[in-house]
């Protein structure tokens, strides 16, 4: 049976009502068609099964996304929208099947130009220590855009086989959780800011076998920003990309910038990258603090990179907003194995700050070319052979 595609809110709760009345550990099919509907809150031990030919649309109205929730947006805590598809304190959920998940984006998206006084704000809260409960947003004025997906303190949660479209901003985005698998997705976004998976302060995390074409960065790997991430002090480490294909978007793999709570032990191999801005990007700046240490790259190919094929810089310039302190990162043990790129503006480019530059930063058999010389800046104990 198909859902009235009208909108009213008895129609919007029809899936969540699903979800409520589903015994633990039982599993909520979403058959074949298009199933209108508004956020998604779901529980622990529950399976949601999108069945061939099924697309959930989620609503394009803000108002149909309140009461707030407890959020992280861009790596600060605060009460906003209700993402999409949110879950907190739960264990033991899996999203599967071959069906859409649809978030009606392109109605959030001029929220990008609209949302800098609210992003002010919210840094300006995190860096004087106003308590979380006390940073509420969502209005159409703040225009913070929700998360498309978010876990918060979650464990042992499967995606899986579906695909994933047109969210408002980030698409996958679990926050604090552990034990997360992500396998065979196909992950399709346009809009300002839709990067396609965002592990943040997580451990523990696989994600291989995976499609994406996105509006930003395909996976980027963060760790809560500045005083609100030295606050919460909770690493993202143990972090697995393997045999995922990559196309479009501002970087295939970043890690940063918001990574002040720390990153460590990231492995991303076997994988190609068709075409992108950049490659791979560990980006941060002043004023983050935090490190990022233990990263490996090995056996990746690159075909056409519009900038840099790998870029590792303190100098990021592109923050929504200006850090309050100029506390600066720490980069550190960085290896490169078997990657190559077949043309790139830039092969390679390393930029350290004075006072931090990047250590012990390794590129064996790594064959980049590009139509600029590489570029490299307050760089100690490299060892290159390219």
Not at 49 to 55: N, R, T
Not at 169 to 188: F, G, K
Not at 347 to 368: F, M, Q
Request: include cysteine.
């Amino acid at each position: 049976m198909e859902l009235n595609r009208k909108i009213n809110k008895e129609n919007l709760k029809t899936i969540q009502s699903w979800i409520d009345q589903c015994p633990d550990g039982g599993t909520v099919s979403i058959p074949a068609g298009t199933w209108l509907s508004g956020p998604l809150h779901l529980k622990s031990n529950l399976t949601l099964y999108l069945e061939e030919g099924s697309k959930i649309l989620f609503s394009n109205r803000p108002e149909d996304y309140l009461p707030v929730v407890f959020t992280r947006w861009e790596g600060v805590e605060c009460f906003n929208y209700s993402p999409l598809i949110y879950a907190k304190d739960c264990e033991h959920i899996t999203i599967s099947g071959p069906g859409t998940l649809d978030g009606n984006g392109s109605a959030w998206w001029h929220w990008k130009k609209l949302q800098q006084n609210a992003a002010d704000r919210l840094i300006w809260a995190e860096s004087r220590g106003i308590a979380p409960k006390d940073r509420i947003f969502a209005t159409e004025a703040d225009a913070l855009r929700p998360s498309f997906m978010q876990f918060i303190d979650c464990h042992n949660l499967i995606l899986r086989d579906f695909t994933i479209t047109n969210g408002p901003q980030w698409t996958i985005h679990p926050v604090y959780c552990s034990d997360v698998t992500a396998r065979n997705l196909t992950v399709l976004t346009g809009g300002p800011n839709t990067d396609g998976f965002n592990p943040d302060s997580c451990e523990n995390v696989l994600i291989e076998d995976c499609t994406f074409s996105t509006g930003d960065d395909c996976i980027a790997i963060n760790s809560g920003l500045n005083e609100d991430g030295w606050r919460v002090n909770r690493l993202c480490r143990n972090i697995e990309i393997r045999n995922c294909h990559f196309n479009g978007g501002h970087a295939s793999v970043a890690i940063g910038s918001g990574m002040s709570g720390g990153i460590e032990n990231i492995h991303v191999h076997d994988c190609e990258i068709t075409q992108s801005e950049r490659g791979i990007r560990v980006k941060s700046m002043r004023g983050r603090g935090g490190y990022v240490k233990n990263l490996r790259f090995e056996r990746i190919t690159m075909k056409q990179i519009d900038e840099e094929a790998i870029q590792i810089s303190m100098n990021y310039g592109s923050s929504t907003s200006i850090p309050a302190s100029d506390k600066a990162p720490v980069f550190e043990d960085i290896a490169f194995c078997d990657v190559t790129c077949a043309h790139a503006k830039r092969g390679i480019e390393l930029t350290g700050l004075p006072e931090s530059p990047l250590r012990n930063v390794h590129l064996t058999r790594c064959a980049l070319r590009g139509d600029l010389p590489d570029k490299r800046e307050y760089v100690e104990s490299k060892e290159n052979e390219v």
